[in-house]
């Protein structure tokens, strides 16, 4: 039997990468699509939110028959509850995903769009979270995991700045309201999925250490 509980392991594990990186190619070409303006890209990507909803419900699916059929424990245990709560996270940022590039296409079809921030180099570190933390989970990396964890708060702080310069800016062009209230909502999807990488960090750690460290202060681990 364990064994068999080994190979179903191994194959949910394979399946939650599989979707993990569908999910991060997601942001990455959401927020693409906004830099380059490109309806179609972020069409496509509103497009794969079905795949992803239905990757989740698969997974979920998967872990409860092996909690049915083996009845594991320790650390094979830890590993199904760690997976159940990180499908949830992926499938959300797929919905984030999304968000972003709704954002897109409204900001696509405007003949002037001020970007009063960079958003390219808040995707790129909220991206890097993302792929990080996956990587934390293949590897089973604590220390990745919480410099994972230690990165979010430099992604709230961008999200601070970011509010400041829209406010700024509209006070300056509130005829470009609509533009930056838009730019402002990407923003805020962004900071959403580094608390989500964030979140799959924490799962790591918790699934490697049996130690739950949400809600504790980043330096909680040194």
Do not use: W
């Not at 590897?139 to 964890?149: Q, S």
């Amino acid at each position: 039997m364990a064994k068999h509980l080994q190979k179903e392991i191994e194959n949910l594990k394979k399946n939650l990468l599989t979707m993990g990186a569908v999910v991060e190619d997601m942001v990455y070409l959401a927020t693409k699509s906004i830099v380059k303006r490109d309806a179609r890209m972020a069409q496509e990507i509103i497009t794969r939110d079905l795949e992803v909803d239905k990757m989740e419900v698969d997974v979920e699916e998967e872990c409860l028959k092996i909690l049915a059929l083996y009845q594991p424990v320790a650390i094979d245990l830890r590993f199904i509850i760690a997976v159940l709560k990180i499908n949830s996270d992926l499938e959300r940022v797929g919905d984030l995903a999304v968000n972003i590039a709704e954002r897109s296409l409204f900001l696509s079809g405007q003949e002037d769009v001020c970007l009063a921030f960079d958003i390219s180099a808040m995707a790129e570190r909220v991206e890097s979270m993302l792929t990080r933390s996956i990587d934390a989970l293949v590897n089973l990396d604590v220390p990745l995991a919480y410099r994972v964890r230690k990165e979010d708060d430099r992604v709230d702080a961008i999200n601070r700045e970011m509010y400041e310069k829209v406010k700024g800016e509209l006070a300056v062009h509130p005829s470009a309201a609509n533009c930056l209230l838009h730019l402002l909502s990407v923003g805020r999807h962004l900071e959403r999925v580094a608390d989500h990488a964030t979140n799959i960090a924490e799962d790591v750690i918790y699934l490697v250490d049996a130690e739950i460290v949400r809600h504790t202060p980043e330096d909680f681990s040194e």
